[in-house]
């Protein structure tokens, strides 16, 4: 069991993961940008760290500022919530290296999800059932044609990194298909 876990969000996100973490008994360590100073997670937590100015980009989402906030918290573990470090490898890399353990999927498989098409493949292997489509990335406008041709349309088409919907095509018919 952890003693001291740090919480690499906000918000309510952050509010539930600290919750959990007192349930438990474990010191919940939150993340603030200056702009969340007053915020209820930053209130709730045993103990409080200022990661930046008030943007995501120089607060949360900055890489250093969040792992020395993990250095100077002590902490063992690090939660990351949702969005910003949920899915993001090499912050859970860089936590293994610090000798802190990222709650959450390990890296391989971070990296995995992180790719569609690996994502998929990883689901074959270990039988999942997938939705028709590719296995693997398709190289040409010639394949994707052949791919929807085979499986009917309409098909999606989505970007092999893309995430959140961004990426994603619609094609009712063969002509909606390239571009």
């Known amino acids: ?14 509010c539930r ?4 973490c ?6 919940a360590v939150a993340v603030y940008s200056r702009a969340d100073e007053g915020s ?5 937590a045993d103990r409080a760290i200022c990661v930046g100015e008030a943007s995501n980009a120089d607060s949360y989402l900055n890489l250093a500022n969040v792992l020395m906030a993990t250095e100077l918290s002590g902490a063992d573990a690090v939660h990351p919530g949702y969005g910003y470090y949920s ?20 890296v391989d498989a ?3 999800m992180g790719d569609k098409a690996m994502a ?3 689901a074959i292997d270990a039988d999942c059932p997938v939705v028709p ?15 929807a041709e085979d499986i009917g349309y309409p098909v999606l088409l989505k970007a092999v990194a893309g995430g959140g919907g961004r990426g994603i095509r619609r094609a009712d018919n063969p002509t909606d298909l390239p571009g």
Do not use: T
Request: proline fraction near 3%; glycine fraction near 10%.
């Open 1 to 14: 069991m952890f003693k001291r876990v740090l919480v690499a969000n906000r918000g309510e996100i952050a």
């Open 17 to 20: 993961v600290i919750r959990a």
């Open 22 to 27: 007192h349930e438990l008994g474990i010191e």
């Open 40 to 44: 209820r997670h930053v209130k709730i």
């Open 87 to 106: 899915e993001n490898a090499r912050f859970a890399e860089a936590l293994g290296e610090m000798g802190v353990r990222f709650i959450g999927p390990p």
């Open 110 to 112: 971070i990296r995995a």
């Open 120 to 122: 998929k493949k990883a």
């Open 133 to 147: 489509g590719s296995v693997g990335s398709v190289a040409n406008e010639s394949d994707a044609l052949k791919v």
